[in-house]
């Protein structure tokens, strides 16, 4: 038992079956069978080659023409996404279906997707991050004072009860 449904290996046996063509000479004449032979690396290979047309084909592979259109008004006119988007669609210079919404614009340029960069953007580098660098936590338990405020004698370990320095 190999953990896997039969359809599995059936098509992985119908992915790799390769018809090969046997030459056979005798008696001055030659004779071709074609015998069909199950090989892994064809199997694999067509295993990666049907996966490369497999999924759902990402939104701005097919969206070239607002891309350009969205970079020149972003880099030239110095419009923002937002902007973008809402002009393409109040003026229905695009179908519908291929202008983005405000945030996928965002993360299309923050992938490299655009040739608008995030240092193009005016506002997106003036505005503060709304996740603050240090989280607080408010339900953080209090476990008594820092370590930092311990006193001075603690450290240098000559007083009774501070059995770090004998242990160690």
Request: charged share 30%.
């Amino acid at each position: 038992m190999i953990g896997c449904v039969p359809q599995t290996i059936n098509n992985e046996i119908h992915r790799g079956t390769i018809t090969q063509l046997k030459r056979q000479k005798q008696k001055g004449k030659t004779y071709d069978y074609y015998i069909e032979r199950y090989d892994a690396d064809a199997g694999q290979a067509a295993y990666d080659r049907y996966r490369l047309n497999s999924g759902r084909r990402p939104k701005w592979a097919d969206t070239s023409a607002f891309v350009d259109w969205a970079d020149e008004k972003m880099l030239n006119d110095k419009w923002s996404p937002d902007v973008v988007v809402g002009f393409a669609k109040k003026h229905d210079l695009f179908d519908p279906s291929i202008i983005p919404c405000t945030t996928t614009l965002y993360g299309w340029i923050d992938r490299g997707i655009m040739r608008t960069k995030n240092m193009d953007l005016l506002e997106k580098l003036s505005r503060k991050s709304k996740v603050s660098t240090q989280v607080k936590r408010s339900h953080k338990r209090v476990l008594g004072q820092s370590i930092d405020k311990r006193p001075a004698e603690v450290d240098s370990r000559q007083t009774f009860g501070h059995w770090k320095s004998i242990l160690s």
